[in-house]
Every structure is written in C-alpha cells, then in structure tokens.
C-alpha cells in the first residue's frame, strides 16, 4: 500500500475538497438538473464556483490546492456551498492556515500528564477515566479505566512497545472487534478524529508516521482515509463488550486540557441506577484500588 500519511498540502486540499464536492447533488444544493447524463458524482466545479460566487476560474484555482491567500470571506463562501460541518469548516481553515508560510508553524502538544491531573485522574473513584493526546496514546488512566479497557492494555501490540494506543488496537489487532460491538462507527470515528488533527497538526511526525503505520498494515483503514471525514470528539456513546461484565452501553464526554495543548480527558458516565452502573461497580470491586499512574515513561 502507498504511504497516503505523507500527502504534501495542496493534496491534502485537492482531494478534502473533491471529495466534499462530490457528496453533494444539484438537488440538495438547490440547483437545477438539466438531462440525465451527469460525468461526475455530486457537483460540478463550475456549480460550486457558482454557489459561493467566485469564477470557476478561482474555485478550480482552490481545488488544485491553492489555498495561499485565500480570505476568511472566500473560506465561508466555499463552506456554505460545500454544506460544511462545523469539524469540516474547521479542517478548511486549518488546512488555509497550513498553506500559508506564516502558518506553517509546528504545534506543540504536550507530551507528559502533569500531577495535578493523575490526583484528578485518582478521586474519579467511581468513573472511568484516562487522558489521551490526539493520536490515541493514552498517557494515564484511573484504576477503573484501565479495568474497563483491560483488552486494550493486555494487546499483544504493546508488550514490547509502547505507549498503548487505541487507535492501532482498532485496526491492527483482531481482538478490537469484539471489544467494541459497534466496530465500524467506532472505525469510522477513530479515523475522522485522526483526519481532523493532521489539520491541526500538519507537522506532527508522531502522528503522521502512526498514519503512515495504519495505512501499510490495514486494509480497513485505507478505505476510510480516503474519504477525508473529519469529526470532533466530544461524547456520545461507546458500546463494548468487557470480558467480565459484558456488553456496555456507556455514555461519555471527552475534554480538552486546556494547559496542555493536545491532551484530553475521557471519562464514562452511565446513568444512576442502570446495568451499565452496576457492571461498573463490579468492575470497580474487582480491581480493587489504586492510583493513577502514567502509562508512559521515558
């Protein structure tokens, strides 16, 4: 498989905005249809070009890749008629920023969880909990997190390297697929949210060589890359199996750090009173107590 981890810029541009081009019919644009021989799935160029007022000229100037200079107004313009998503605008704009020579800068992301978070990581006693950077290491987890992702922790994938990553659990390790029951949305969304940070983090060798790992080892991944899907992770629901307490249906909520620039906290919140707190509570007895520790070390 080709290394699709390391497209330059202007391919990255190229095909984000084809491919959204391409999702879209005249008729959910509003437009008029006009015969029945289309050449291209979704809208044409000079459709586009039409819906955010600007000449073919320039739009087909954009979609080659071209976004240097383009103002803040053309980027609404073109997100308006590409019907952008909020995740969608937001990877326009960074993908604008990284064409710029003044926005080329790398951004850091923070590498280690500081104290104060492994004693907030310690009093969530009855959640679990762990902190991750955007590309799926996790860097700490309380005793109930790592109970609840013991399939993850135990892969075979991290007994000689580390940090443990749920990303590469997802497609490179068989058991990924009974952990999680809904494997395909989980697929689905682990990709969007990797897609989402090369915007962000266009210079980011960590991140574009695990891209670059997933991308030669799985099949399931290329699929997925292509489509050039971008999603935040906020919450929503994680469905999964767990060995001793079986399926689970867990609420969660996942939030930035805002002093370390690239880590968030993830914690599940089932309902009072449901199955998924009593699994929680047996799960909890069964690991016993415990600290939070870094689940990386130099």
């Given amino acids: 498989m080709a290394d699709t981890g390391r497209k330059t810029p202007a391919a990255e541009v190229r095909e984000f905005l084809s491919t959204r081009r391409a999702r879209i019919t005249p008729e959910q644009a509003g437009l008029p249809v006009y015969g029945g021989n289309r050449r291209v799935a979704g809208l044409r160029r000079e459709e586009v070009a039409l819906l955010a007022g600007m000449s073919v000229d320039y739009y087909i100037r954009l979609e080659r890749g071209n976004l240097t200079g383009a103002s803040d107004s053309v980027l609404d313009a073109l997100a308006q008629a590409l019907q952008l998503d909020e995740a969608e605008r937001t990877h326009l704009y960074d993908l604008a920023r ?47 997190g790592r109970a609840l992702y013991a399939p993850v922790f135990d892969s075979p994938l991290f007994a000689r390297r580390g940090p443990v990553n749920s990303a590469r659990f997802m497609f490179l390790d068989p058991a990924s697929r009974e952990f999680w029951t809904d494997w395909e949305k989980g697929a689905d969304d682990s990709v969007a949210f990797l897609r989402t940070e090369t915007g962000r983090a266009p210079h980011d060798k960590a991140l574009t060589d695990l891209i670059g790992e997933l991308t030669t080892k799985s099949d399931d991944f290329v699929r997925r890359w292509a489509r050039h899907d971008v999603k935040f992770h906020r919450s929503g629901v994680k469905n999964l199996h767990h060995p001793l307490v079986g399926d689970l249906a867990l609420p969660y909520e996942a939030m930035d750090l805002p002093a370390d620039p690239g880590l968030r906290l993830n914690f599940y919140t089932p309902e009072p009173d449901s199955r998924e707190r009593e699994a929680l509570g047996l799960l909890a007895s069964w690991a016993g107590s415990g600290t939070a520790v870094p689940t990386v070390h130099d």
Avoid: E, H, K
């Fill in 98 to 144: 990284a064409a710029t020579p003044s926005g080329r800068r790398p951004t850091v992301t923070a590498s280690r969880v500081r104290p104060t978070i492994l004693r907030l990581l310690d009093s969530m006693t009855d959640v679990p909990a762990y902190v991750r950077n955007a590309r799926f290491d996790i860097l700490a987890a309380n005793t109930l």
